[in-house]
Structures are given as structure tokens and as C-alpha cells.
């Protein structure tokens, strides 16, 4: 018998559902055994109900095109036939939040995409390199649910993985002020060029709830537990606005910082190459080897030569300088479907397994 631990995965038929199926052929440590989609999917074999519309640019795994999907809904078939699952599928926010915590009732631990339980004072929203210590909150989360292994966990969300990580290398030098544009990829809405014509050669300057997510979800990763759930912290004050840009895969931010204090750009990158987390020290299965990467050259980071910058895991960033009203600019780029999205949750999995959360049931 595989000693992996067996993963099921909510949304499978979906593009971040096909993400985390074409980033776990072959995990180490995890095995995909079940995929449940919505009830139209329910009872056909993986490949019947992504024919046509597997999105990724590798095959489509063997292993998984004969697996009968499921229905999501159905939480006891599903919950026994795996160790834990990852979800992403597009549901009502109640809805989502309902079924995540049914599965976690069932000592299903629930590694999520989705933003529905993002808020929820005990579920920890973690990247791993940044806040691997807000895990322990799922402690508390579990008594609340009267559940020995079942809890929920998420990552956040995609816009702000591009500059998150960076003024976290950067809390040192105590940002206050922070105004970021986003310029998000296609991928990000579930899309393709395909799916999407309009966006070809095309710019919408709105994604709905986009906007407060990345002023926001930075503040509750650099927060703290107290009395038993994460309390956001006050600082810097973050404004952005969120644009979808004719880009398949990829989401670049253009960052204005003020500090406190204001570093030498020397310093601030130094502190940004450095930057390190649990992962690398644990040297988990999906870690990059190095989190953030500078490059010096004027025209990166662009989408097309850096977004598979360490498999995707890694952020790149470039055009740091002076500013004439805030102290400093930069550019950052992410990949939104892998880092932020699958590959974020994979990493989050990783990290509760080698911190005991995640076992064999
Ligand atoms: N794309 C990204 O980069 C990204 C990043 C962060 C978070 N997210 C979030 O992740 C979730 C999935 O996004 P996506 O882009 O992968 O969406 P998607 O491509 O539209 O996939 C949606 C998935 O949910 C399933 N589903 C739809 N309606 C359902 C229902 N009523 N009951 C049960 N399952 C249902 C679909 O199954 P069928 O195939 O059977 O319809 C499919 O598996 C969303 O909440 C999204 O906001 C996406």
C-alpha cells in the first residue's frame, strides 16, 4: 500500500482544480485518489468531464483519467476515501464556507483556494514563508468544531503575492504607506484566451471584490494570535486598484512604498534576496530554493521570460528606485495559478503535514 497520504480534491474539473492535478503527478507525498466537481460532473470518468477544456500546457496525468468524479455535495463518499482535500470550486461564498467546515466535521482536513472562510477568525490564511505560526490557531478552530483532525485552511489570495512577500522582507524598515496596481492575468477569473475573446487586445478596469482583497488580506498575514483567533495588524496603510490585462498566466504589481524609516535601495534588496520561511528551512517538497529574486535589468520582470521563475513558486521583482512622493517603486510578478493559487495550497499542505496537522487517518 502507497504510503502517501491520500488527497481529494473539490473542484478538480476547474482550472485551479486541473492546477493542483498537474502539480501532484508525482508529489512525494501526496496522491490524488478522488476528484468530486459539481453534480453535472458526478459519475463520468476525469477525462470525459475535462474533454476540451483541460487548460494546462502538460498532458493530462494517467493516473487521474479514469478516477469516476464525484459530486462535492456528497461529503461522507467523498471525506472517506482520502487523508485530507484541497478545495476550489465556485460555489456561493455560504455555500463554500458550509461545506468546507462539513468537511472538516468529518476529521477531513480542508486545504482552500476559495476566499469564503478567509475572515473567519480561527482559520489560519497563511503563505507559508511569511506567517507559518498562525497553524497554531487551528488548535482552537478544532475545539470550536469539536473535531480531533478536521479544520480549515487557507491561502490567500492571488493579488497580492506579488508584493506581499516583498514588504514582508521589508517590515524592518516599517512600511506605513503602500499604493499598488495590480495587472492580472486572464487565468485568474478561470479563463482562457479561448473562453474569453473579448480580453484579447483588451484592458477592464474592475474585478469584482479584487480591490479590498489586497488592501486587505496583507494586514491579517502580518497578524498575530490572540485569545485564541488572528488579529490583523494596523500597518502600513495599503490603497490599490485591480486590472485585468490581456495575460494568460501572471499577475504584476507596481508598488509605491513609504517607510519610516528610509533604507539605502541597497539594503531593501538585500533583505529582499534573503528573505526566507519554514519552507526553505524544512526543506518541503514545493519550497523555492530562493523565495524573491531581484532583477537589475530595466525591462523585467516581464510575464513571458520570468513567471516560471522556480516552477512558479517564486516572486520576481525589478525596477526598484527613488521616488519623487514616496520614498521607493518597484515591480513584482507572480505566478497566480501556481504560487497563487494550487501551488500555494500545496505548499500550505506541505507545511501542515511537517508540523503534524495533516496525518494518515
Ligand atoms: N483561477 C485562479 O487563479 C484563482 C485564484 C485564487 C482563487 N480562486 C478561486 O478558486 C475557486 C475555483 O476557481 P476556478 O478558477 O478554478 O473556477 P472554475 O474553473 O470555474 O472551476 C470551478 C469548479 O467548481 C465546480 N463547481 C461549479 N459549480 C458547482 C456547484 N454548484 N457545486 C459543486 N461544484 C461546483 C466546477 O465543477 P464542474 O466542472 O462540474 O462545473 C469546477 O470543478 C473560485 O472560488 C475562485 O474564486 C481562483
Same mark, same amino acid.
Given at each position: 500500500m502507497s504510503e502517501k497520504l491520500k488527497v481529494g480534491i473539490l473542484?478538480?474539473?476547474g482550472m485551479v482544480g486541473q492546477r493542483f492535478i498537474a502539480l501532484l503527478e508525482n508529489h512525494p507525498w501526496f496522491e490524488v485518489t478522488t476528484i468530486a466537481a459539481s453534480p453535472r460532473s458526478a459519475g463520468k470518468t476525469y477525462a470525459e468531464c475535462v474533454e476540451g477544456r483541460w487548460k494546462m500546457d502538460t498532458p493530462m496525468p494517467e493516473a487521474v483519467k479514469n478516477i469516476v468524479v464525484k459530486n462535492v455535495n456528497e461529503v461522507e463518499a467523498v471525506a472517506s476515501e482520502v487523508d485530507f482535500v484541497f478545495s476550489a470550486v465556485d460555489m456561493t461564498k455560504d455555500e463554500i464556507k458550509a461545506i468546507e467546515e462539513a468537511y472538516a466535521k468529518t476529521e477531513t482536513p480542508v486545504v482552500s483556494n476559495?476566499?469564503?472562510?478567509?475572515?473567519?477568525?480561527? @482559520?489560519p490564511m497563511v503563505v507559508p514563508e511569511i506567517n507559518?505560526?498562525?497553524?497554531? @490557531?487551528i488548535e482552537f478552530q478544532k475545539k470550536r468544531l469539536g473535531t480531533t483532525r478536521g479544520f480549515v485552511a487557507v491561502k490567500p489570495n492571488c493579488s497580492i503575492q506579488s508584493y506581499a512577500p516583498v514588504l514582508t522582507a521589508w517590515r524592518k524598515f516599517e512600511p506605513t504607506e503602500v499604493v499598488v496596481t495590480t495587472y492580472q492575468a486572464?487565468?485568474?477569473?478561470?479563463?482562457t484566451f479561448k473562453d474569453w475573446p473579448e480580453m484579447e487586445g483588451n484592458i477592464i478596469p474592475y474585478i469584482g471584490g479584487e480591490e479590498e482583497k489586497s488592501e486587505k488580506e496583507p494586514l491579517r498575514i502580518w497578524g498575530e494570535i490572540k485569545d485564541g483567533v488572528i488579529e490583523p495588524t494596523t500597518w502600513p496603510l495599503i490603497t490599490s486598484q485591480c486590472i485585468r490585462v490581456p495575460v494568460l498566466n501572471g499577475h504584476t504589481a507596481a508598488v509605491f512604498v513609504k517607510f519610516k524609516q528610509k533604507p539605502s535601495k541597497e539594503e531593501l534588496i538585500k533583505a529582499m534576496v534573503e528573505f526566507k520561511g519554514a519552507p526553505q528551512e524544512l526543506d518541503l517538497?514545493?519550497?523555492?530554493?530562493?523565495?524573491i529574486q531581484y532583477l537589475e535589468?530595466?525591462?523585467?520582470?516581464q510575464v513571458q521570460l520570468d513567471v516560471n521563475y522556480e516552477n512558479g513558486m517564486g516572486i520576481s521583482v525589478g525596477r526598484l528606485r527613488e521616488d519623487t512622493i514616496y520614498d521607493y517603486k518597484f515591480v513584482g510578478l507572480s505566478h497566480n495559478t501556481v504560487r497563487g493559487a494550487a501551488g500555494g495550497a500545496v505548499l500550505c499542505a506541505e507545511l501542515l503535514k511537517a508540523q503534524g496537522y495533516i496525518t494518515k487517518k
Amino acid at each position: 500500500m502507497s504510503e502517501k497520504l491520500k488527497v481529494g480534491i473539490l473542484g478538480g474539473t476547474g482550472m485551479v482544480g486541473q492546477r493542483f492535478i498537474a502539480l501532484l503527478e508525482n508529489h512525494p507525498w501526496f496522491e490524488v485518489t478522488t476528484i468530486a466537481a459539481s453534480p453535472r460532473s458526478a459519475g463520468k470518468t476525469y477525462a470525459e468531464c475535462v474533454e476540451g477544456r483541460w487548460k494546462m500546457d502538460t498532458p493530462m496525468p494517467e493516473a487521474v483519467k479514469n478516477i469516476v468524479v464525484k459530486n462535492v455535495n456528497e461529503v461522507e463518499a467523498v471525506a472517506s476515501e482520502v487523508d485530507f482535500v484541497f478545495s476550489a470550486v465556485d460555489m456561493t461564498k455560504d455555500e463554500i464556507k458550509a461545506i468546507e467546515e462539513a468537511y472538516a466535521k468529518t476529521e477531513t482536513p480542508v486545504v482552500s483556494n476559495n476566499s469564503a472562510h478567509r475572515w473567519t477568525p480561527d @482559520v489560519p490564511m497563511v503563505v507559508p514563508e511569511i506567517n507559518a505560526e498562525h497553524m497554531k @490557531v487551528i488548535e482552537f478552530q478544532k475545539k470550536r468544531l469539536g473535531t480531533t483532525r478536521g479544520f480549515v485552511a487557507v491561502k490567500p489570495n492571488c493579488s497580492i503575492q506579488s508584493y506581499a512577500p516583498v514588504l514582508t522582507a521589508w517590515r524592518k524598515f516599517e512600511p506605513t504607506e503602500v499604493v499598488v496596481t495590480t495587472y492580472q492575468a486572464i487565468s485568474g477569473a478561470g479563463k482562457t484566451f479561448k473562453d474569453w475573446p473579448e480580453m484579447e487586445g483588451n484592458i477592464i478596469p474592475y474585478i469584482g471584490g479584487e480591490e479590498e482583497k489586497s488592501e486587505k488580506e496583507p494586514l491579517r498575514i502580518w497578524g498575530e494570535i490572540k485569545d485564541g483567533v488572528i488579529e490583523p495588524t494596523t500597518w502600513p496603510l495599503i490603497t490599490s486598484q485591480c486590472i485585468r490585462v490581456p495575460v494568460l498566466n501572471g499577475h504584476t504589481a507596481a508598488v509605491f512604498v513609504k517607510f519610516k524609516q528610509k533604507p539605502s535601495k541597497e539594503e531593501l534588496i538585500k533583505a529582499m534576496v534573503e528573505f526566507k520561511g519554514a519552507p526553505q528551512e524544512l526543506d518541503l517538497p514545493s519550497a523555492p530554493k530562493q523565495f524573491i529574486q531581484y532583477l537589475e535589468e530595466d525591462n523585467r520582470p516581464q510575464v513571458q521570460l520570468d513567471v516560471n521563475y522556480e516552477n512558479g513558486m517564486g516572486i520576481s521583482v525589478g525596477r526598484l528606485r527613488e521616488d519623487t512622493i514616496y520614498d521607493y517603486k518597484f515591480v513584482g510578478l507572480s505566478h497566480n495559478t501556481v504560487r497563487g493559487a494550487a501551488g500555494g495550497a500545496v505548499l500550505c499542505a506541505e507545511l501542515l503535514k511537517a508540523q503534524g496537522y495533516i496525518t494518515k487517518k
